[in-house]
């Protein structure tokens, strides 16, 4: 049986759809079969950052709705045919699926994935609802900005409300730099506040974004945040692996250290 | 930055303040106790005490903290206020 896994944050624009990306296509490489699931309803993007976009027929709502069986709906990935999308719906709003429906799919698609991995939409409402209820575990995706964090805190507030069983933390968009000079939080800084696990930190990347132009996330290549998120997938799977030593000088940034934390 | 910057010492980092206005943000937000509802309390506060003792209004600073807590449950909220007395009220 496949474990759901949702990635909120509260805030927009901090890294939600690039870390479902990049976690789904990182568990295929690991041999894991995945679906992802975009419930962002009326501002679909997992498909462009996945570089699915033309290939969509039907859709999460078709779905819910019964106009298709759910293989129908399920695209498979252009690299990995262990990975399959499930696109959201771009005319319709949140109001068109329930908590309900969105559990009983989650409930379905398990017995035939390893990993359900849900892109949650940005905000605390209906879409939000609808994204958590089916959910093992939620991934919470911030940076290290006040706004964000804040953010973050309700959103976990909230999963611990609604008795999500773990909650795990990533801090992307990093600035070791900036950290270094007091300028940016550490995510040491956001493990203190927020008071969860951490899971993950991605450091700030160009590459994230000429991966995200060309719809192949990087996951797993030999850049910073293609080995971050690749740390990210082992540990999912199971995996004890240290993280990044992104504090080393420039030029070895690429180090692994041994110790965890 | 300039060069004699250097020199100066460098006051609290802007990451620092980040993580204590964060800090105190959050303390209330979780207490569900909003800036407004601290207004009130804080003006009870002031028209309570005032019946007995001098204070420094302007000086009084109430907010929510985190503190450690003494059962060793973590860090957990407390009402902090600090109320600068001017004079007690003879009889």
Redesign the interface.
């Known amino acids: 049986m496949g474990e759901v896994i949702v990635v909120t944050s509260g805030k927009g624009g901090v890294g939600k759809t690039t870390t479902t990306a990049n976690v789904g296509t990182g568990l295929a490489k690991l041999d894991k079969k995945v679906v992802l699931i975009d419930t962002d309803i009326g501002l679909r993007n997992l498909d462009v950052v996945m570089g699915l976009e033309n290939r969509i027929v039907y859709n999460l709502v078709d779905v819910i709705e019964g106009n298709c069986r759910i293989k129908q709906a399920l695209i498979k990935d252009k690299r990995y045919n262990n990975l399959y999308l499930l696109p959201s719906a771009q005319t319709r709003d949140k109001t068109a699926v329930t908590p309900d429906e969105m559990k009983q799919l989650c409930d379905q698609l398990r017995d035939d994935f390893d990993f359900v991995i849900m892109d949650c939409p940005a905000g605390i409402e209906q879409g939000f609802r609808n994204a958590i209820a089916g959910a093992d575990r939620a991934l919470v995706v911030t940076t290290p900005e006040v706004s964000a964090v804040r953010d973050a805190d309700r959103i976990v507030g909230l999963l611990e409300a609604n008795e999500m069983k773990k909650t795990q933390l990533i801090v992307n968009r990093l600035r070791v730099d900036m950290v270094a000079r007091g300028d940016m939080m550490s995510s040491q800084d956001v493990v203190d506040i927020l008071a969860i696990d951490l899971i993950g930190i991605v450091p700030d990347d160009e590459n994230i974004v000429i991966s995200t132009n060309n719809g192949e996330p990087l996951v797993g290549n030999d850049s910073l945040a293609g080995q971050a998120y690749m740390n990210i997938c082992r540990r999912l799977a199971g995996e004890e692996v240290p993280f990044l030593d992104l504090n080393a000088k420039k030029g070895f940034f690429g180090r692994l250290f041994g110790k965890k934390k | 930055m300039s060069f004699l910057d250097i020199f100066k010492k460098?006051t609290v980092?802007?990451?620092?303040i980040?993580?204590g206005?964060?800090?105190l943000?959050?303390a209330s937000?979780?207490a569900g106790c909003s800036p407004e509802i601290m207004e009130k309390i804080k003006n009870d506060i002031i028209s309570v005490i005032s019946k007995y003792i001098e204070i420094d209004v302007a000086g009084l600073d109430i907010k929510i903290q985190q503190t450690e807590g003494e059962n060793g449950e973590?860090?957990v909220p407390v009402l902090y206020a600090n109320i600068p007395v001017k004079e007690i009220r003879r009889g």
């Open positions: 460098k980092s802007s990451s620092n980040a993580k206005r964060l800090q943000a959050l937000d979780r973590g860090l």
